[in-house]
């Protein structure tokens, strides 16, 4: 016999009434705002210990150092996975109740970060001592070339410059032997990551990163075939252009021209095609004196982030570069191996573009809101910054470079900034659909995978008989999971920055031809619009609050796809 609706509605009542008891929780304001302090007073320490542990890892490359810094993962994830924290979360949630906006944004910050650790801690600790032993194997490779074992640095430069074909590819086939080094075990991660996942209700682990990312995949996916539409035709053009300046360069034809041959581990940035070689500015040039300058003069001075940064390369160090904000409370770090040239340079200002983010939040503002955004939003800044280091005006203005010698190369250099957005967008795109497909279907043939997206948007053709896990020696992957989308719709919102600032706060014209140097208005907007906002508001209310518009393509299309 069914239930009178109405002892239905009392047993739902007084069900839910007898579940908040068993928790011992209500669901008022002031209820959350006490179980806000119970959690920063765990998670603060915790956190900052964590980052602290991180970066010594990186830079130290000691087994213990990484024993140390997998623990404290662990321990900050036990918090998340806390199943009675994580109902209460839902039952303020459901209630109704919360409806201060600072509060509200910060319970839904954290439904999101315990909804993706409501998982056994087994499976927590397996999935962090996974991704640490996979991360040490990068960290500490080197690539050996007969008896000489190679830093990235080297690689990139032999890479870079050699003429030889030979030694291009014995180079770039030994650095892509980590590859072969990780692959059995970055599968076995990709599967624990799915089935975590499909624990959580998500279809796959790509689902689920997008989504707790506050991302929805089918506009993501639309997004980029809007980008391969745009950027296609462009590309074609200018991959003609580099075959045949390639062809030249390597006296070969271009049925020879093979991957190593294209200067770069993964064609992922320009080649030299054009006359002009940006390293010339820089033999003589200290890029962290350039960019303590640069950042000071407009108004985001970077002292204290340097004073706390580990900069040069050494054995068993981290080879690549990041910045990690240790405590939310202004110690900011960056990780770099430079060296005097232009992609270091680039780096530098990139690096410390994540920097300011960080370092110029908003302190009085609840810890959970000191943060970015969204990923990309980081990543935007790191990009409008990293792109100066081939500005002509920049390169005079900064850098100190002679005008007659820059003078000389500024059409080409705005020709290798196009270059390299095209070239950056094509290569996003591999990596963007072959994350989907790899969640999708980890069991497939991931080496013909590879190949076939490389050979759809970059144009090269895998080497003859050549079936080799080359798409896992790519660091990202195993440490950076469906993230690489953001880099590029932060080089969109990079461009709608650019002529925000240039039109609206630097009264320009030609937003895009500006050295974007030597004025506090530029660092004071991006302090009022962007860092003090931190995750205040979601990514595209912050974009529309700051831009006056959501995130667009117009912009980018308008400054590199346009035309020469």
Not at 243 to 249: E, F, K, N
Not at 477 to 486: C, E, R, S
Not at 511 to 535: E, H, S, T, W, Y
């Amino acid at each position: 016999m069914k239930k009178a609706v109405i002892v239905i509605i009392l047993e739902l009542i007084f069900g839910s009434l007898a579940f908040a008891q068993e928790i011992g929780v209500g669901a008022s304001e002031q209820e959350f705002v006490s179980f806000l302090k119970n959690y920063e007073a765990k998670v603060i320490p915790l956190s900052k210990e964590s980052a602290l542990f991180g970066f010594e890892a990186s830079i130290s490359g000691k087994d213990a150092d990484y024993e140390k810094s997998a623990q404290a993962q662990i321990e900050l994830e036990k918090i998340y996975s806390d199943t009675t924290a994580f109902a209460r979360l839902k039952l303020f949630r459901e209630s109704g109740q919360i409806t201060d906006p600072l509060l509200k944004r910060q319970l839904d910050i954290l439904y999101r970060s315990f909804l993706s650790s409501q998982i056994d801690m087994k499976t927590i600790e397996e999935l962090v001592r996974r991704q640490t032993a996979i991360g040490q194997k990068f960290y500490t490779y080197r690539t050996r070339v007969g008896e000489r074992n190679l830093s990235d640095n080297e690689v990139d430069s032999i890479l870079r410059y050699s003429t030889n074909s030979m030694e291009l590819e014995e180079t770039w086939k030994a650095s892509k032997q980590v590859g072969r080094e990780v692959a059995a075990e970055l599968i076995e991660l990709v599967k624990l990551r799915n089935r975590i996942a499909q624990s959580l209700g998500f279809g796959d682990y790509y689902e689920m990163q997008m989504k707790l990312g506050e991302q929805e995949p089918d506009e993501i996916a639309l997004l980029f075939n809007q980008l391969d539409s745009l950027t296609g035709d462009a590309f074609a053009v200018i991959k003609r252009e580099i075959d045949s300046a390639l062809t030249i360069r390597y006296k070969v034809d271009k049925s020879q021209l093979r991957p190593w041959h294209y200067q770069n581990r993964f064609f992922q940035e320009a080649p030299t095609i054009y006359d002009v070689n940006l390293d010339m500015f820089y033999r003589d040039k200290d890029p962290i004196a350039i960019s303590r300058t640069y950042f000071a003069g407009i108004g985001l001075p970077v002292d204290s982030i340097l004073a706390h940064s580990d900069l040069y390369e050494r054995e068993g160090k981290y080879q690549h570069a990041y910045c990690t904000g240790i405590d939310r409370s202004g110690d900011v770090r960056i990780v770099c191996n430079v060296r005097p040239d232009n992609t270091w340079m680039g780096t530098m200002l990139h690096e410390l573009g994540h920097g300011v983010y960080d370092y110029y939040n908003n302190r009085q503002a609840p810890w959970l809101l000191r943060n970015s955004a969204h990923a990309f939003t980081t990543e935007a800044i790191a990009e409008f910054f990293g792109r100066l280091s081939g500005n002509p005006q920049w390169l005079k203005k900064v850098a100190g470079a002679p005008a007659v010698d820059v003078d000389k190369v500024a059409g080409d250099c705005a020709q290798m900034m196009r270059l390299h957005q095209l070239i950056f967008s094509r290569w996003t795109q591999v990596m963007v659909h072959f994350e989907h497909s790899l969640y999708e279907n980890p069991d497939q043939n991931l080496n013909k995978l590879w190949w076939n997206l490389v050979e759809k948007y970059q144009g090269v053709a895998c080497p003859d008989g050549r079936d080799e896990p080359d798409w896992a020696s790519k660091i990202h992957i195993a440490d950076a999971p469906v993230y690489y989308h953001n880099y590029l719709l932060g080089e969109l919102l990079a461009s709608q920055l650019a002529e925000t600032i240039g039109r609206k706060v630097l009264n320009s014209s030609e937003p895009f031809n500006l050295d974007f140097a030597n004025d506090p208005r530029i660092g004071k907007f991006l302090m009022d619009n962007v860092f003090q906002a931190g995750c205040r508001y979601s990514w595209n209310e912050m974009i529309e609050r700051a831009t006056g518009e959501k995130l667009t393509s117009v912009y980018y299309a308008k400054q590199f796809i346009g035309g020469k």
